[in-house]
């Protein structure tokens, strides 16, 4: 299976902050990679797809780059709704792994 | 506007097979485009790829649970079920069905809300 990594596994930020968040694959996945979002107690959320694609209806703040093992996620600016656990998924081969999760708690 | 809800029991006893149905509604479980997945998450920890299928029947396996598991369609109720045979505590999660989109262990665009599953006596 590919391993993937995300760091930090927690962050505190503030409201208006700009924020990275980095996801590592184990082998090259091209960029078979998704970013999701999730609140306690809801299903997780697809914001990014194919690294960089933002799914429909998310904000513009959210923004996917990297390609091959190094992907990050950045929320450009903060907003109360983003504090949430953020999970990495590589799709390049099956079974598609997830990342551990990284909870953005605010500041 | 697609839609997913699991349905199942909530409890199920060690040893036994937890078996869970996913109904789509809004869209058609037939679609060329898509397969149909299942998403597990332990309470208080990180997702599990569990398997995903193809309207046809063709199913991929989480090699980690593949001996335990069966996914099958039914596209004449526009469902597809999850069979997890021999389960112990360590099956306790909240289990996901979701629209894969992006090829057989692609990205999940539309889940279903879970349904929590307690392996207990």
């Known amino acids: 299976d590919i391993q993937m990594t995300q760091s930090p596994s927690t962050l505190s930020a503030f409201v208006g902050d700009r924020v990275t968040i980095t996801c590592r694959a184990s082998?090259?996945?091209?960029?078979?990679l998704a970013w999701y979002q999730q609140k306690p107690g809801k299903a997780p959320k697809l914001l990014i797809y194919?690294?960089?694609s933002l799914e429909s209806g998310v904000p513009s703040r959210f923004s996917g780059s990297g390609s091959g093992t190094e992907f990050t996620l950045t929320i450009s600016s903060l907003q109360p709704d983003d504090f949430a656990t953020y999970y990495c998924?590589?799709?390049?081969?099956?079974?598609?792994?997830f990342g551990q999760g990284t909870k953005l708690e605010i500041k | 506007q697609l839609q997913l809800q699991e349905s199942g029991p909530g409890l199920v006893k060690p040893s036994e097979t937890l078996s869970l149905t996913c109904t789509v509604s809004?869209?058609?479980?037939?679609?060329?485009?898509?397969?149909w997945g299942w998403i597990r998450q332990p309470p208080g920890k990180g997702l599990e790829w569990i398997g995903s299928?193809?309207?046809?029947?063709?199913?991929y396996y989480n090699p980690s649970l593949k001996s335990r598991v069966t996914i099958s369609v039914d596209t004449s109720k526009n469902q597809f079920s999850l069979k997890l045979s021999s389960v112990t505590a360590a099956d306790t999660a909240v289990y996901y069905c979701?629209?894969?989109?992006?090829?057989?262990?692609?990205?999940?665009?539309?889940w279903g809300q879970g349904t929590l599953v307690t392996v207990s006596s």
């Open positions: 082998q090259s996945i091209s960029s078979w």
């Open positions: 809004g869209g058609s479980i037939s679609s060329s485009s898509h397969y």
């Open positions: 194919k690294a960089s």
């Open positions: 998924q590589q799709y390049n081969s099956y079974p598609g792994t």
């Open positions: 299928i193809y309207y046809s029947g063709s199913a």
């Open positions: 979701a629209r894969v989109t992006g090829g057989v262990a692609g990205a999940f665009d539309y």
